[in-house]
């Protein structure tokens, strides 16, 4: 009886592919791919995948139907806005994510777009290589994070871990907005009230995005939600880039409706190369790595094999981590 094969289906580094076979569960064989691009190739191992673990190559219609052994798509992020669920749902393929493994590096992501528009990094960074020595000049045009209002959009784990490293910071004040309110108890113990999305729009000098993409959510930040914020505030969108209306937030900052921004997400990904944000001198800029640290690396790993393997006994997974279930045949 052949064993069943997991296809890690993305670009790894060997030091990132060494933790993948030290890690791997026995009892089963791994598959790699060589090639960002090369569609034969992408085409013949998705036919011999038992278990596939997406990172960095899109799964299109034609790619999932290809895996015709496929029990369970399983991710080792949380974002699952990508995926045709009802695709899925008829070819009997689960759908598993890993939500809450990124969390932390998210959130530390989202307060270095912070810092570095506050204190002009890259403008300082640059201006000291070009011979310039930027000093008492920068002291009235930036600012510090202390004493602020931070505005965050979505109090799931992310959120709710900048949440915790913002009161850490001692910011004046912490206001968030969820379809799904907290407890009074989370509340009082992260410091954090509870506003309406527009009432935060207008209150935050740093408005913080960390909700997932969906019907809903799309193009929550546009031309008006953006109308409403301070004209000193900045935006940080280290979730999903279609949660804002790309157009609207470039004439934003080309006319200075606010301060500035951070994204680490785009719509679409990766950016056209004339992409207006490029011109821009009140953005930074990264690509979608926030949760790209090696720390994170062996956890994700893991909890990708675990729920493989209990997937291959039949053991139930925690339900966090269900999308799509599988039906029984």
Known sequence: ???????????????????????????FDLLFTQSKTDREEHLR???????????????????????KKAKLIQLWGA?????????LKELNI?????????????????VLHML???????????????????????????????????????FGNIGRRLCELV????????????????SPETESALN????????LLRTADVVSLHLPLTDSTRHIINAKKLALMKPDAILINTARGAIVDEAALVEALKKRTIRGAGLDTFDPEPPAPDNPLFALDNVVLTSHGAG??????????????????????????????????????
């Open 1 to 27: 009886m052949s064993r069943p094969k997991i296809l890690w289906f993305g670009i790894f580094s060997d030091k990132v592919k060494n933790i993948m076979r030290e890690q791997a569960p026995e009892g």
């Open 45 to 67: 191992l998705l036919a011999q995948a038992d278990y596939i673990a997406p990172n960095g190559i899109k799964m299109t219609e034609e790619y999932v139907r290809a895996a």
């Open 79 to 87: 974002g699952y806005d990508a995926y045709d669920l009802d695709l």
């Open 94 to 110: 689960a759908l598993q994510n890993g939500v809450g493994f990124n969390a932390p590096a998210v959130a530390e992501m989202a």
């Open 116 to 154: 570095a528009l506050n204190r002009k990094l890259l403008y300082v960074d640059h201006a000291l290589r070009s011979g310039r020595w930027l000093k008492t000049e920068m002291r009235d045009q930036c600012v510090s994070l202390y004493g602020k209002t931070i505005g965050i959009v979505g």
């Open 167 to 182: 009161y850490g910071m001692k910011a004046a004040r912490v206001v968030y907005y969820d379809v799904f309110r907290a």
């Open 192 to 199: 954090a009230e509870y506003m309406e999305l527009d009432d």
């Open 292 to 329: 790209a640290v090696f720390e994170n690396i062996p956890p994700r790993v893991q909890h990708v094999y675990d729920c493989i393997v209990k997937f291959e006994k039949g053991e139930p997974v925690d339900e966090r981590f269900v999308i799509v279930r599988r039906a029984a045949k």
